[in-house]
């Protein structure tokens, strides 16, 4: 597959989602029957519908820095870094992770998301 800049609807509405909270964006390109899966427990749940992300409230000046992203027949990827300083401990956080949605004529049917292991870590109270 040929890498390319291009980044797709899904992946603009998905980084201001965790840039700046607001989902409404994203929540918009969802297909009635979207799913989520995460790497960290392997289940497939419905995708969360509400307009705001819970970025923001565990980081502050949160920044999404998208490192590659293409769009595949069906779909679409996103790898990125998510920068910024937790809100609980003061530490900068540099989580590495990455997204593909699936696409259809409905819109996002899935998203499996690739979450850096060591978010949790990283974004503990001191003391935790």
């Known amino acids: 597959m040929t890498e390319t800049n ?8 998905m980084k201001k989602a965790f840039e700046t909270g607001d989902r409404s964006d994203f929540v918009a390109l ?13 289940i497939a749940a419905e995708t969360k519908r509400t307009g705001t992300n819970p970025i923001p409230d565990m980081i502050d000046n949160p920044r999404l820095e998208i490192t590659r992203a293409a769009a595949f027949p069906g779909g ?14 003061g530490k900068t956080v540099e ?6 949605f699936t696409i259809s ?23 935790a």
């Open 95 to 100: 989580a590495h992770m990455c997204i593909i």
């Open 30 to 42: 969802l297909a009635p029957s979207a799913t989520t899966w995460h790497n960290h427990d392997n």
């Open 76 to 89: 679409e990827f996103m790898q990125f870094t998510l920068h910024g300083t937790g809100k609980t401990n």
């Open 105 to 127: 004529d409905e819109g996002v049917t899935r998203l499996d998301e690739y979450i850096d292991p060591t978010l949790t870590t990283q974004l503990a109270a001191e003391g």
């Open 6 to 13: 291009t980044v797709g609807l899904a992946t603009a509405a």
